[in-house]
C-alpha cells in the first residue's frame, strides 16, 4: 500500500485521460494516471481506426493506445495500474482509495473514466467482438462498404446507426425484440422508409456465426414470441443497445443526469464540486469518438491547471 500526492489525479486511462495527463505533465504539474480495470479503454478492442488525425494508414485501436500511453510517460505522466474504488470530494486535497489500498491525495481531479457498451451477452459475440461485432457504427462503418450489416436495438441509437450505414452499406437488417421501435416518431419514420433498411421484428440475435480468422459471416435470430429461428446472412452486426457511463463510483457525490452521465457547466470539463473536472464519453454520449474525447481532456487540463494557478 503507497500514499501518492500529486496536484493532478486522472481518473481513466482512454484518449481524454491520457491527453489530460500529457497536457498537465508539458505544464510542469506532474499528475498521476490511475489507469483502471480497462487500460486504453474501449478504444484497444477496435480493430482499426481510419479517422484518427495523424495517421494516413490505418492503426489498430490497441496500438494507438499504448501509443499515447507511451507518449505520456516519454513527458512525465507517472502512470499507476489501478482501480479506484473510493473518492472523498468532501475537502481539498481530494483522497481517493483504491482496490489494491493504494490512497490518492490531490489538489484537482479529472474524470476520464469513458462509458461502456452494453452486450448482449453471448459468447460467440464475444468471440467475433474486433471481427465483425462492433459498438460503434460511426468508428466501424466504413469497413463493411457494400456489405451487408446488421444493427441490434430499436431506440434512437439504433435507429441512428442503422440509417448512418445505409449510407455506406449494401443492406441493413435491424433486428428488435418488439413489434414497434422505441426510437423518436421522426427516427422511426426515417427508417421505415428507407429502402435500404429492414426491419426483423419480435427477433433477438441467439448466435453470431462466423470463422476466425476472416470474422462474422451471418446470425442466428430468434423470435421472442414464437421461438422460431432462422439464419440471416451478413458481414457485420452492429451491438446499439446503449451505453454505461462508468460513474457509480460518484452516485450521490456529483451531479449526473438520469442515464448517470456527469455533468459539467457549459462550455467546461468543471463539475459541480470546483476542482473536480470531468472528460471524454463520462460526460459526453452524444459523439463517443477519441479524437472528441482527447480534445475534451486537453480541455479539463487546461481547465485544472487555471483552477490550480488562482
Not at 473510493?86 to 483504491?98: A, G, I, L
Not at 460518484?250 to 473536480?276: A, H, R, W
Request: aromatic share 8%; proline share 3%; net charge negative.
Amino acid at each position: 500500500m503507497t500514499e501518492y500526492k500529486t496536484k493532478m489525479l486522472i481518473i481513466g486511462s482512454g484518449p481524454a485521460g491520457y491527453t489530460a495527463g500529457i497536457y498537465a505533465a508539458r505544464s510542469g504539474l506532474n499528475p498521476i494516471l490511475v489507469s483502471g480495470n480497462q487500460e486504453g479503454g474501449q478504444l484497444t478492442i477496435t480493430t482499426e481506426i481510419e479517422n484518427f488525425p495523424g495517421f494516413p494508414e490505418p492503426i489498430g485501436g490497441l496500438e494507438l493506445m499504448q501509443r499515447m500511453k507511451q507518449q505520456a510517460e516519454n513527458v512525465g505522466v507517472t502512470l499507476v495500474t489501478d482501480l479506484i474504488r473510493h473518492v472523498d470530494f468532501s475537502s481539498r486535497p481530494f483522497v481517493c482509495t483504491s482496490e489494491n489500498g493504494n490512497t490518492f491525495i490531490a489538489d484537482c481531479v479529472i474524470i476520464a473514466t469513458g462509458a461502456s457498451a452494453r452486450w448482449l451477452g453471448l459468447d460467440s459475440e464475444k468471440k467475433f467482438l474486433g471481427f465483425g461485432v462492433s459498438g460503434c457504427a460511426t468508428c466501424d462503418g466504413f469497413f463493411y462498404r457494400g456489405k451487408d450489416v446488421a444493427v441490434v436495438g430499436g431506440g434512437n441509437t439504433a435507429a441512428d446507426e442503422a440509417l448512418y450505414l445505409a449510407n455506406i452499406a449494401k443492406s441493413v437488417t435491424l433486428i428488435h425484440r418488439r413489434n414497434e421501435l422505441r426510437a423518436d416518431k421522426v427516427m422511426q419514420e426515417r427508417v421505415l422508409k428507407n429502402e435500404k433498411i429492414k426491419v426483423e421484428w419480435d427477433s433477438v440475435v441467439d448466435e453470431v456465426l462466423g470463422e476466425m480468422p476472416k470474422g462474422v459471416t451471418g446470425a442466428v435470430l430468434k423470435n421472442v414470441k414464437t421461438g422460431e429461428k432462422k439464419e440471416i446472412s451478413v458481414d457485420g452486426i452492429f451491438i446499439a443497445i446503449g451505453h454505461h457511463p462508468n460513474t457509480d463510483l460518484f452516485k450521490g457525490i456529483l451531479d449526473m443526469n438520469e442515464e448517470g452521465y456527469l455533468i459539467t457547466k457549459p462550455d467546461s470539463c468543471q463539475t459541480n464540486i470546483e476542482g473536480v473536472f470531468a472528460a471524454g464519453d463520462v460526460q459526453n454520449p452524444n459523439f463517443r469518438q477519441a479524437v472528441v474525447a482527447a480534445g475534451s481532456g486537453c480541455i479539463a487540463s487546461l481547465e485544472a491547471e487555471k483552477f490550480l494557478n488562482k
